[in-house]
């Protein structure tokens, strides 16, 4: 006997990939249900060999149903999602809406699994950001072994963590610089992000800080341990699918690259894939569709007594969103949520 799964937002970028992880991962679901804006209702979206078909999310009736996946944005989060768990539903939302929220475990199932447990609160676990996700994938082990003080990250984020929109926007605005009068203004970005980097994610906050930037402190504190030091600067890339981040962490004590290298080779969720040579590392073209979280460029900072330099890559659809929010079902199936 499997569980009652919805998805919700099953059209977008991260719904879509939701479905081909529940079915790639074979998640014991016995009924998948699609859900989305009226205005999808009755679009077709692949699940495995099959299609499903989208109902409207504001007609739904969550009762009787295991687990909701949420990937819509905030608002509609905020309408949606306290209906389905009040209905009984366990939802996993991937907005940003939860996860601040002292009574909603913020879970990436390598590094906390174990805060899941606190979903009774609210019948809500939160998924992180995407830039969090793969971050902390990587820190947490060598936190572990050295316990990290201060981190400095520079993200380079593709443009699918901002929706199916800013794709397309990407896309035509790179064919209309070959194209005279196909021009493409930007829309979903406040400067053009073909041939271009724009560092400026989410809104700016009081302290010259985005709330991009913001959220990956604010995420890592409650993810691995509040003591721990984060600056951010998030930068958006014209790359449809991959973040990469370049990390500088500082710890306690010594750790030796070596060493850093074979830790995160035995990590969960970690590829080690580093040699010092032309091509040796990855890149985010190199991860789509992949799970892992690829770590490369690991090496010493010099500069500072007890400091590594590393880059990380992840799939920002799958780590960052749809594979993250699997693994915490899967994981509140095996701790909590017991079917059969
Ligand atoms: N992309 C990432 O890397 C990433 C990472 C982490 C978290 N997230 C979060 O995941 C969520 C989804 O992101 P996305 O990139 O998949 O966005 P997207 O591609 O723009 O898709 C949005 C989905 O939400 C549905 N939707 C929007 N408003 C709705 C409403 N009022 N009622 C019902 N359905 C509604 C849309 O349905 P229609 O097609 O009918 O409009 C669509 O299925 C967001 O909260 C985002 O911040 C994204």
Redesign the pocket.
Known sequence: MGYRVVV????????REMLNILAERQFPADEVVV??????MG?EVSFGDTTLT?KD??TFDFTGYDIAFF???????K??APVAAKQGCVVID???LYRYDPDVPLVVPEVNPEAVEGYTKKNIIA?P??STAQMVVALKPLHDRAKIKRVVVSTYQSV??????AIDELWNQTKGVYVPGQEVAPKAYPKQIAFNVIPHIDVFMDSGDTKEEWKMVAETKKIVDPSIKVTATCVRVPVFVGHSESINVEFEDFLDEDEARDILREAPGCMVIDKREDGGYVTPIECVGDFATFISRIRQDSTIDNGLNMWVVSD??RK??ALNAVQIAETLGARCLKKG
């Open positions: 919700v937002g099953a059209t977008g970028n991260v719904g859900l989305a804006s009226r205005k999808s679009t989208t999310l504001d990937a819509v944005g905030s608002d509609a989060t309408k949606y991937n907005s940003s998924n950001n995407c699918s963590g901002s929706g199916k929109d920002n659809l960052g969103a």
